[in-house]
């Protein structure tokens, strides 16, 4: 099939790529032309593991094209993606200037019929101002289709192409087809391809990031209650998550959630329940939780160190908003510096992608290293922040060589508390018992 991929983001970029390669042909269009040039002599200007070789490989069979122009990208498309980004407007509600802006464009060049799908998040009743848009733009028929995606960054390509659903927000029997036709191939093993109506579609992406923000946090909590009464947050996980009905999933703690996705979400269905006068109040109350767990780390550190970080040095390790990514958005590594900073501490950082991102933020306000190592001589601790596979099974005779101190602020749990006893370190994770030096 012909599509025409809106937007090369992080969405658009594995969106069309993985369509390209099944043995569809995608043509994606940008309007920043320095980014398509570069995409256009095969350099991928994000990091997702599994996605460079499926990138350069369906480039260079000729299915997967970069162009700036909209009427080239569209002319030959069946399906057209809009993968363009919503980011929170002044008063927390999506923006959707690009989507609506885009649609009009399209509608002005279309010949021949088309879906247009959105695949961005955007609240519900989008599909309905989309549709509208090419009503009052074009006589041609425009079929709106509201297709929500699910990818996680760092396995992306895995979910595009093994999805555990498929949902699919239309009432166009004709679009239904072709969005089946197009889906078919990536849920051969079963999965469905859930068919609704565009509002349900809509609603379903918000509910389910909501959905899993909520249950992080509620962990998060259970966490820190954990600590108040002497349980061990490990313990309860498995006990819980071993019920099929609350699931072993998504129950890890740790310094809070992040990301792209997050945290807009949960922020923009608050907002759309207060605008139809519905007071979401469980959302409310995870944002705001999620706001202190990013930082708990910092407290337990102040608590330590009896309240005086001036002239201290610290190592920290991670700074991505979780490992496979260099995505630094709403990362808790962010907060963590700042306050770290505020308190007259300094920092050397270490992270496997995420380094240029935040030496762009914020400069030479900390130390980068090179390997984590490094970062942690004359350190007088380590904090970890992000649980990328490397700091699982460290050298401890490396760190404890270079640090000043023995002492390790862990905020995603990431040693056996017995092993931290036995190499002598004072050891402070998240929900479980402290371990002193
Ligand atoms: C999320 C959704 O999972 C995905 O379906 C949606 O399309 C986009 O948003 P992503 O933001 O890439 O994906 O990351 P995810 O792996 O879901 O993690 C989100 C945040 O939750 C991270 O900050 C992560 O560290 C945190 N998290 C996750 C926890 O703190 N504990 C957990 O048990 C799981």
Not at 193 to 219: G, P, V
Not at 351 to 356: I, K, S, V
Not at 396 to 420: S, T
Request: glycine fraction near 8%; hydrophobic fraction near 40%; charge should be neutral.
């Amino acid at each position: 099939m012909k599509i025409a991929v809106v937007g090369t983001g992080y969405v658009g970029l594995v969106t069309g790529t993985c369509l390209a390669e099944t043995g569809n042909t995608v043509t994606c269009v940008d309007i920043n032309q320095e980014k398509v040039d570069k995409m256009q002599q095969g350099q991928i200007p994000i990091y997702e593991p599994g996605l460079e070789i499926l990138f350069h490989r369906t480039i260079e069979q000729g299915r997967l094209k970069f162009t700036t122009v909209l009427a080239e990208a569209i002319a030959d498309a069946k399906i057209i993606f809009l993968a363009l980004p919503t980011p929170p407007g002044a008063d927390g509600a999506a923006d959707l200037s690009f989507v609506l802006g885009a649609a009009k464009d399209i509608a002005k060049l279309v010949k021949d019929y088309k879906v247009v799908v959105t695949k961005s998040t955007v609240p519900v009743g989008t599909a309905d101002k989309v549709k509208k848009v090419f009503a009052e733009n074009t006589s041609i028929e425009v079929d709106v289709v509201s297709n929500p995606e699910f990818l996680r960054e760092g396995v992306a390509v895995e979910d595009f192409m093994k999805p555990d659903r498929v949902v699919v927000g239309t009432s166009s029997e004709k679009a239904k087809k072709l969005m089946e036709e197009l889906y078919n191939p990536y849920v051969r093993s079963g999965n469905p391809i859930i068919f609704m109506d565009e509002r349900s579609s809509e609603l379903t992406k918000y509910a389910a990031n909501s959905f899993l923000a909520t249950k992080i946090t509620f962990m998060n909590e259970v966490a820190n209650l954990c600590e108040l009464v002497g349980a061990d947050v490990d313990m309860v996980r498995k006990g819980i998550g071993s019920d099929a009905r609350i699931g072993k999933r998504f129950l890890f703690p740790g310094v809070g959630y992040g990301g792209s996705c997050f945290p807009k979400d949960v922020q923009a269905l608050a907002k759309s329940a207060a605008e139809v006068n519905y007071d979401f109040s469980i959302l409310n109350s995870v944002m705001a939780v999620n706001e202190k767990q990013k930082v708990v780390i910092v407290e337990k550190m102040r608590k330590y160190y009896k309240g005086d970080l001036k002239g201290k040095k610290f190592a920290l390790w991670g700074l991505a908003f979780k490992p496979e990514t260099d995505d630094i958005r709403e990362a808790p590594a962010l907060y963590i510096i700042d306050e770290l900073l505020k308190d007259g501490a300094s920092i050397v950082a270490y992270d496997p992608e995420a380094t240029a991102n935040v030496r762009k933020l914020k400069g030479d306000t900390i130390g980068y290293a090179k390997d984590p190592y490094e970062a942690l001589e004359g350190a007088d601790a380590l904090i970890i922040v992000t649980e990328w596979p490397l700091f699982r099974t460290p050298d401890f005779d490396r760190i404890e060589k270079n640090l000043k101190a023995k002492v390790i602020f862990d905020g995603r749990n990431l040693y056996d508390i017995q092993k931290m006893i036995d190499c002598g370190y004072y050891y402070n994770s998240i929900g479980r018992k402290v371990v002193e030096a």
